[in-house]
């Protein structure tokens, strides 16, 4: 989970605009593992989105929450959301990214 934080946060200092937008959160990996789950509010949809590795992959994905109801927007509105999933996707690619860096660190496991 801190690595994850570390991570949040360079791509907040990158200029991105995710302040209270965007947290780890816990969850439970592999073998009990602690590894960290990020989550994103979005502000002009009722819904979050989680971005989480798919290990096997070596890729980022995104969840969008499941909405109850239509969300209805006026085009400024839907623009707004435009822009806030622009960023969520540009923290899944940063956060792809520092995840094969790090995957490449790693000792090689025989």
């Not at 990214?97 to 790693?106: D, P, T």
Request: glycine share 6%; aromatic share 8%.
């Amino acid at each position: 989970m801190s690595t994850l934080q570390s991570w949040l946060d360079e791509f907040e200092q990158l200029g991105y605009p995710i302040a209270g937008s965007a947290r780890v959160i816990p969850q439970d990996g592999d073998d009990g593992a602690d590894t960290g789950l990020v989550v994103f509010q979005l502000t002009h949809a009722p819904t979050l989105a989680y971005l989480q590795p798919d290990m096997a992959a070596l890729e980022w994905l995104v969840t969008m929450e499941a909405r109850d109801t239509p969300a209805t927007m006026n085009p400024a509105t839907v623009l707004a959301l435009a822009y806030e999933l622009t960023v969520v996707s540009a923290l899944g690619a940063f956060l792809q990214s520092k995840s094969r860096a790090f995957m490449r660190q790693q000792p090689a496991t025989a």
